[in-house]
């Protein structure tokens, strides 16, 4: 019972619950069947003076859940920076990984919690350390458009032209979600604008139909006649976005015409019924 209360009460972040059962002998270290302790969930839900009380008591940072996930893992995922701050300076190790490899700077860059990766970065956390798929910090960073976090990862030795199993980099992937802010940033550093399997960041920003990206890639040099494999999805990708606009301008002039040719109608038949009821006024 008092193990229960004690992982609601670090839940929910209730202080004097939580001292009233260390003061009573509870043990904080026991683990629930996910593999989830007490500090565990302070941590995930930013209660950093629980946190605090936990490791006067004795906590441990070296438990971990089922898919690998620790103290630190979840307080960075949550972009909780001062709870990082205290699990650090009690052991807990920066190179903490989930089952999948993702590191906490991955999950702390994945969510676009910048003092947190500023944290971790001047802990020793490595900057390409990547998942075990080869996605690094830089290329999810890029994938969900936290701008500022890229440009800490890239002025921090983030490899620019790091490629994941599949062959894409944070340029390829930032150009087919449309993030012009994203791609601006890691253009500073000159980035290359191919992939391993020969496609470009111009191919994912026309196949992504995003025509700001494309214009934007243009100006910096991106080679529209590149003779590879794409050629062909490139040249019908343009063609599709262009179907696109010219649909909707269609649709647009087509609203327009039968919305004053329904007007003139309407005018038409209201100048008729008047003369109408003029006429059988008079007589």
Same mark, same amino acid.
């Given at each position: 019972?008092?193990?229960?209360?004690?992982?609601?009460?670090?839940?929910?972040?209730?202080?004097?619950?939580?001292?009233? &059962? *260390?003061?009573? @002998? /509870?043990?904080?270290?026991?683990? +629930?069947?996910? =593999? !989830?302790?007490? %500090? #565990?969930? $302070?941590?995930?839900?930013?209660?950093?003076?629980?946190?605090?009380?936990?490791?006067?008591?004795?906590?441990?940072?070296?438990?971990?859940?089922?898919?690998?996930?620790?103290?630190?893992?979840?307080?960075?995922?949550?972009?909780?920076?001062?709870?990082?701050?205290?699990?650090?300076?009690?052991?807990?190790?920066?190179?903490?990984?989930?089952?999948?490899?993702?590191?906490?700077?991955?999950?702390?860059?994945?969510?676009?919690?910048?003092?947190?990766?500023?944290?971790?970065?001047?802990?020793?956390?490595?900057?390409?350390?990547?998942?075990?798929?080869?996605?690094?910090?830089?290329?999810?960073?890029?994938?969900?458009?936290?701008?500022?976090?890229?440009?800490? &990862? *890239?002025?921090? @030795? /983030?490899?620019?032209?790091?490629? +994941?199993?599949? =062959? !894409?980099?944070? %340029? #390829?992937? $930032?150009?087919?979600?449309?993030?012009?802010?994203?791609?601006?940033?890691?253009?500073?550093?000159?980035?290359?604008?191919?992939?391993?399997?020969?496609?470009?960041?111009?191919?994912?920003?026309?196949?992504?139909?995003?025509?700001?990206?494309?214009?934007?890639?243009?100006?910096?040099?991106?080679?529209?006649?590149?003779?590879?494999?794409?050629?062909?999805?490139?040249?019908?990708?343009?063609?599709?976005?262009?179907?696109?606009?010219?649909?909707?301008?269609?649709?647009?002039?087509?609203?327009?015409?039968?919305?004053?040719?329904?007007?003139?109608?309407?005018?038409?038949?209201?100048?008729?019924?008047?003369?109408?009821?003029?006429?059988?006024?008079?007589?």
């Amino acid at each position: 019972l008092s193990f229960i209360s004690i992982l609601n009460g670090s839940r929910k972040g209730n202080l004097a619950l939580i001292q009233l &059962l *260390l003061n009573s @002998g /509870a043990d904080i270290n026991l683990q +629930r069947q996910t =593999g !989830s302790t007490t %500090l #565990f969930f $302070a941590s995930q839900q930013g209660h950093n003076d629980i946190v605090k009380l936990l490791f006067e008591f004795g906590a441990s940072t070296e438990f971990r859940t089922k898919d690998g996930g620790t103290a630190l893992s979840v307080a960075c995922q949550y972009g909780h920076s001062s709870v990082v701050e205290t699990l650090l300076k009690n052991g807990a190790s920066v190179h903490d990984q989930l089952c999948d490899g993702a590191t906490t700077l991955f999950l702390a860059s994945q969510e676009g919690h910048v003092t947190v990766i500023r944290e971790l970065l001047s802990s020793g956390a490595k900057v390409n350390q990547p998942r075990e798929d080869g996605t690094a910090p830089l290329w999810m960073a890029a994938q969900m458009g936290h701008s500022e976090v890229v440009k800490v &990862l *890239l002025l921090r @030795g /983030a490899g620019r032209d790091a490629d +994941r199993k599949d =062959g !894409s980099t944070a %340029l #390829f992937k $930032a150009a087919h979600k449309g993030h012009c802010n994203i791609i601006e940033e890691l253009l500073r550093f000159s980035p290359s604008q191919g992939t391993a399997n020969g496609s470009t960041a111009l191919h994912a920003a026309v196949m992504g139909g995003n025509p700001k990206t494309v214009q934007l890639l243009l100006k910096a040099n991106a080679n529209s006649a590149l003779p590879d494999k794409m050629s062909l999805i490139i040249t019908y990708s343009f063609t599709h976005i262009l179907s696109i606009y010219l649909s909707i301008y269609l649709s647009i002039y087509l609203s327009i015409y039968l919305s004053i040719y329904l007007l003139i109608y309407v005018f038409n038949l209201m100048c008729r019924l008047y003369l109408n009821c003029s006429k059988e006024t008079h007589i």
